[in-house]
């Protein structure tokens, strides 16, 4: 059984999946010198392993001949034609809830280092400055939380065990509602899908209703904040803080000036990058291939 992987990067998960698979499979990375669709199309798999890949209508019709599954190694679906896929017979499945630890624990990390603002500290160090530059605390704040799944959860507990007050929203949270809940916050995390509803959904209004000086972080889908909006925040000085796991375009330019400012933290795509989450992964990854040969029903199947 032939297995390819389509990301571009998290190439340590593709150690950690491959040295658990049954006897007879074999996991390639897809050679990104040529489009997905060529590659599938000369060496159709039978399972696809999408993680950020875009995997249209026409990868998987190419596929299709041979492919029996889409087996996300994530929990987000949204770069996955699912249309298609139910279209040719072709299961798709991902693996929820098996990073929402590493990514609870980075949304503190970014938190924390919004607060006490580390581009600046980094700067104070490298001049040899002591005492620079003045935070601020979590403990006695309020943190707004969109998207309440299984990460959105792990966070709140998390920002509780700070001393954080803690509210939260679902996708389907009315806008004046989502707009009133940020007004009395002093930081948002979002952890929501990116869906026609959700993208762009912290736009203009949602970042005006905070107030001056609070914390973002998006560990969702870069689209999920209005690029324009969240500059023209940062323009004005309304904003205290950004920090992004995910961005509008991957790879990113990290020559981009928004990721110069002294105001935004970044980090490369990694929230949900450790040992304990590639394992959990490779356990859901192996088992559903584990089901397929033995023709069992298959976990977390989404469509």
Do not use: K
């Not at 990301?7 to 150690?15: E, H, I, P, Q, T």
């Not at 990375?29 to 026409?58: G, I, T, Y």
């Amino acid at each position: 059984m032939e297995l390819l992987f389509c990301g571009s990067g998290w190439l340590d998960v593709v150690d950690v999946i491959a040295a658990r698979l049954p006897a007879g499979c074999r996991l390639r990375a897809w050679d990104r010198q040529r489009p997905l669709v060529d590659e599938v199309q000369a060496a159709p798999p039978d399972v696809l392993l999408p993680s950020n890949a875009h995997v249209d209508a026409a990868v998987i019709t190419a596929a299709a001949p041979r492919l029996r599954l889409i087996q996300q190694p994530a929990a987000g679906t949204d770069a996955i034609d699912l249309a298609a896929a139910r279209a040719h017979g072709v299961p798709v499945c991902n693996a929820p809830g098996a990073n929402q630890t590493a990514v609870a624990e980075a949304t503190l990390l970014l938190l924390l280092m919004l607060a006490r603002r580390w581009p600046l500290a980094q700067r104070a160090f490298a001049s040899a400055t002591i005492g620079a530059p003045l935070g601020r605390e979590l403990a006695g704040r309020q943190l707004a939380i969109v998207g309440l799944g299984r990460i959105g959860q792990a966070v709140a507990a998390r920002a509780q065990a700070l001393g954080m007050r803690v509210v939260g929203a679902t996708s389907t949270t009315s806008r004046p509602a989502l707009h009133a809940m940020l007004a009395a916050s002093d930081a948002v995390s979002l952890h929501c899908p990116l869906t026609a509803a959700t993208r762009g959904l912290i736009d203009a209004a949602a970042l005006a209703a905070l107030p001056p000086h609070a914390l973002v972080v998006n560990l969702a889908r870069g689209p999920v904040i209005d690029r324009p909006a969240l500059e023209a925040a940062l323009a004005r000085g309304h904003l205290g803080g950004v920090g992004l796991d995910v961005f509008w375009h991957e790879p990113w330019d990290p020559a981009d000036p928004l990721y110069a400012d002294p105001r935004v933290v970044t980090l490369p795509h990694v929230a949900g990058s450790t040992q304990e989450a590639f394992a959990a992964i490779a356990g859901i990854v192996v088992d559903n291939v584990a089901r397929l040969q033995r023709g069992a029903p298959l976990v977390h199947r989404i469509a």
